[in-house]
């Protein structure tokens, strides 16, 4: 896909927003104008201003057919197919990682996370690697559960039961 | 006057607090680290660390996240003169001498000149921001939601006059972050507002730190990613004791150019679309221009390094003003620090000054010790820092990842924004290829409940009256200001056709 594709493409899509915007706040009933003794309605806000984004999508498709920006005129690739890997890669790590932090909790979706991205894509040796797998569950228990006393997500009961465990250990002991 | 010696005395007391100058140490660290690394600035820097500051208190979280935007601005230089590459986009100017100087093997006295500009650029900065501040805010006071209406208004055609970018795309980014602002409950009447698919999770809205997290950390690091390719390369930097004294007394060579820069850096620094890297390269043309020989410039002259630091370390101490004073952001930083604010429980705004004095002056007396502190430890660990820089992105980027997600999970709890997060992310990773600017979007969205209930309560008062906008003095010079802003690139382009049309007829 070549940059100029992109720019309509974007360009239509942020039109399709833009509008989709508006039909949501114009069909939950929210008055989009003045309402008698009450001042501005609470549709107001984002009808219109959704109403602004698609004039200046509208704005950028125009500019598209004319030419005008240097993305309507550029037949670059759009994403290099080089660095296409690389980003498509990491991106879908990033969501299997939110995937797994669901099931498996936090922790092991993280450490599996570190393994895939430092040995794999990385390609740094096992110490490292092990360094990173194994120091950022430390870490990131250290500084989210102890310091700001937030619960991470711990996945399904069985895993959470398995961390509870822990926890546990913790609150026994050091409290 | 003699208040405000008073107050900054206290300011300075404060910052001297074990606690306090624990954050500036660690913060002004964490500015460098993420101002050296290519592809994180003070904004990646500051959204992805802002949900750990909820450790400390607000003062103490601020007085963090402010040295690490000074940090940031001086470690920029760093990987700018070694690698040749903008450590941040603020230091981009320094590239154009810096590279050459690094190339003829006197790397060491552009990171001198560098660290010594930026010094004189925050101290010229600070001091103008003591100054300014406090009759600034009490000349806000005076606002109603009609001037605040006007001053956003101000604050977003700043972007369309002068951020340079694509005015229908800069539009858009506006518009896009003001709706987003508006999803969940409507702050007035309280009914539901854009609740897509019926998600319950959607009824408290996006946070801003959403979408800032989603944009500066997993937007900025694919766009890294894509940009470096994973791979990095670097030139060697000889440092002794002895150059480093050697290269003090050069200090004459670029004086001049880095007071241009500071006060130059200072003012641009308070506009909000402007900052920090408009900054810079103002500056660099400016030195330029002025200079004696200004051939040299791009070979390798050492005010073409200084000029554009001190400007842009005077521009993040500049883009603070505005957002202690007016609750404006100067800058996407600053919009961060200030949705940061509202966090925290506090009300920026010109009331600031008053309600929370404690908190204003320690944040201005700690920028006076941060900006010593990260000269010092500048040129102190320059070397360890030129090792860090051959650290492998793929090291840092899923550190980098693991940190956006749980901190976004951290502010709200959600495993949902966690989703919208990556969503946000990759969207904006799209749109910034095809030059959609994205700051805009993240100021839009900090400033978004603020600027509709002040519209909406300067309607309400005025019973619909839409000229209250126009007939109070205040916000009838923002109006008018904001429509020049607006009109501006239509004038230029008009002038400049003119121009080409006079020569041929």
Request: charged share 10%.
């Amino acid at each position: 896909m070549t940059v100029r594709t992109a720019e309509l493409l974007m360009g239509l899509a942020t039109l399709l927003l833009s509008l989709g915007l508006m039909w949501n706040v114009w069909s939950d009933g929210l008055r989009i104008g003045w309402v008698e003794g009450r001042g501005p309605g609470a549709g107001m806000w984002p009808f219109w201003l959704s109403g602004g984004m698609a004039l200046a999508s509208l704005a950028t498709i125009v500019r598209w057919f004319l030419g005008k920006t240097p993305e309507s005129r550029s037949t670059e690739p759009y994403v290099a197919r080089e660095t296409l890997f690389l980003v498509v890669v990491s991106a879908a790590a990033l969501l299997t990682l939110l995937i797994l932090m669901n099931i498996v909790g936090t922790y092991i979706a993280l450490m599996l996370f570190m393994l895939f991205y430092v040995r794999y894509l990385g390609g740094h040796s096992w110490a490292m690697t092990s360094a990173f797998v194994i120091g950022t569950p430390i870490f990131v228990y250290l500084l989210f559960e102890v310091a700001l006393t937030k619960y991470l997500p711990k996945g399904l009961p069985i895993f959470e039961e398995g961390f509870l465990w822990l926890d546990n250990f913790r609150w026994q002991y050091f409290y | 006057m003699q208040e405000i010696f008073i107050a900054l005395g206290g300011g300075l007391l404060q910052a001297f607090e074990p606690l306090n100058l624990f954050m500036i140490f660690t913060g002004c660290l964490a500015g460098l680290f993420v101002g050296c690394m290519p592809g994180l600035g003070s904004v990646n820097g500051v959204a992805i660390l802002l949900p750990v500051t909820f450790l400390v208190p607000p003062t103490a979280a601020i007085i963090f996240l402010a040295a690490l935007y000074y940090g940031a601005m001086y470690g920029g230089a760093i990987s700018s003169i070694t690698l040749g590459i903008p450590g941040a986009s603020t230091a981009v100017a320094t590239v154009f001498d810096g590279r050459p100087m690094a190339q003829q093997g006197k790397a060491d006295k552009a990171l001198m000149a560098a660290a010594i500009a930026s010094f004189i650029g925050g101290t010229v900065s600070i001091i103008l921001f003591t100054l300014f501040a406090p009759p600034l805010a009490a000349f806000a006071l005076k606002f109603g939601p009609q001037e605040e209406f006007a001053l956003m208004l101000l604050a977003f055609a700043t972007f369309i006059g002068l951020g340079g970018d694509d005015i229908p795309k800069t539009i858009f980014s506006i518009l896009l972050g003001l709706v987003m602002a508006a999803v969940g409950f409507d702050i007035i009447s309280g009914q539901p507002r854009m609740i897509f698919f019926d998600m319950v999770e959607l009824q408290r809205g996006i946070g801003f730190l959403v979408l800032a997290i989603g944009i500066y950390g997993i937007g900025e690091m694919l766009w890294t990613l894509e940009s470096t390719k994973g791979k990095v390369q670097m030139h060697s930097v000889k440092i002794t004791w002895q150059r480093i004294k050697g290269n003090f007394r050069q200090i004459k060579e670029y004086i001049n150019s880095t007071w241009v820069g500071s006060f130059l850096g200072f003012f641009v620094g308070t506009l909000p679309a402007a900052g920090a890297t408009p900054a810079s390269l103002m500056s660099y043309g400016l030195s330029k221009t002025f200079s004696k020989d200004p051939d040299s410039f791009g070979k390798g002259n050492v005010a073409g390094v200084a000029a554009p630091e001190a400007a842009n370390n005077a521009a993040s101490t500049g883009s603070m003003l505005p957002m202690i004073t007016l609750g404006i952001p100067g800058s996407p930083t600053t919009a961060i620090l200030l949705g940061g604010m509202i966090i925290w429980g506090l009300r920026p705004g010109p009331l600031l000054f008053t309600e929370s004095p404690d908190f204003v002056w320690g944040l201005i007396g700690s920028m006076y010790v941060a900006n010593t502190v990260t000269v010092l430890l500048n040129i102190a660990m320059i070397p360890i820092f030129i090792r860090v820089l051959a650290m492998p992105f793929t090291l840092l980027t899923p550190i980098i990842f693991a940190l956006c997600v749980l901190g976004v999970f951290a502010t709200t709890d959600r495993m949902f924004d966690t989703w919208v997060m990556l969503l946000l992310g990759v969207g904006g990773y799209l749109m910034r290829k095809l030059n959609y600017p994205v700051a805009p979007a993240v100021l839009a969205i900090v400033l978004g409940p603020l600027a509709e209930r002040s519209l909406r309560q300067s309607l309400i008062s005025a019973q619909g009256d839409v000229t209250t906008f126009v007939t109070r003095p205040i916000s009838l010079t923002c109006v008018i200001l904001a429509a020049l802003l607006i009109a501006y690139p239509i004038i230029q382009k008009l002038m400049r056709k003119k121009r080409e049309a006079s020569p041929a007829g």
